[in-house]
């Protein structure tokens, strides 16, 4: 089972929007409506963002978003802030009854 | 609110056989899938697999034929075990639930530890 794909980097200002993309097949990302996204801070403990495509855990901000199209799950952050600055990952549950993980995006907030 | 810390050593020599242990707190092991996951330096996650209290078991394939995992309830533990370690298995190892709201996102997870493979 391969990662799914996301872009290695993304970056944006204060206050604007970015989005985080996560491309799979129909047997993960296009089967299932199973994908989460995980926000990792170095030296801190992983945090779910967002899981079952577009659900947000008690206590995420609304400000995070996510949606799919097809093969391809997205993470939306709007009025981007520092603290957001981070690794997301994404993952999604597959018809191989097993978990896989995207390759990872650094979001840079400049 | 539940907590999970991973223990385990730090150095393990190649062909050696890597044991780590997760302890859960806060709440009990019981009714939950525990995982294992790892990020080798400059790479992504990759899943390793899951148990249940119950011993039930399910392993990436990929590492299949190397995992050994195991719970123990009356310590609110659960461990992985894998072998014929090589460099490529240096990684930070991650314990995880998942989420009360979907059996299908892990909601909790440990600070992580780093197993580095040398001689």
């Known amino acids: 089972q391969s990662a799914l794909t996301q872009p290695a980097s993304v970056s944006g200002s204060p206050g604007q929007s970015i989005t985080i993309s996560c491309t799979g097949t129909s047997s993960d990302v296009g089967g299932y409506n199973y994908v989460s996204w995980y926000q990792l801070h170095p030296g801190k403990v992983p945090k779910l963002m967002i899981y079952d495509v577009s659900h947000r855990p008690s206590g995420v901000s609304n400000r995070l978003s996510g949606s799919k199209s097809g093969n391809t799950a997205s993470l939306t952050i709007s009025g981007l802030q520092a603290e957001d600055e981070a690794d997301y990952y994404c993952s999604s549950y597959t018809s191989s009854n097993i978990w896989v993980f995207g390759g990872g995006t650094k979001l840079t907030v400049l | 609110q539940v907590q999970l810390q991973e223990s385990g050593p730090g150095l393990v020599k190649p062909s050696e056989t890597l044991s780590l242990t997760c302890t859960v707190s806060?709440?009990?092991?019981?009714?939950?899938?525990w995982n294992w996951i790892r990020q080798p330096p400059g790479k992504g996650l990759e899943w390793i697999g899951y148990i249940y209290d119950s011993g039930s078991t399910n392993y990436n394939p990929s590492l299949k034929s190397r995992i050994t995992m195991s719970a123990d309830t009356s310590k609110n533990q659960f461990s992985l075990k894998l072998s014929s370690m090589t460099a490529a298995d240096t990684a930070v190892y991650y314990c995880?639930?998942?989420?009360?709201?979907?059996?299908?996102?892990?909601?909790?997870w440990g600070q992580g530890t780093l197993v580095t493979v040398s001689s």
């Open positions: 806060g709440g009990s092991i019981s009714d939950y899938q």
């Open positions: 995880a639930r998942n989420s009360q709201s979907s059996f299908f996102s892990l909601g909790h």
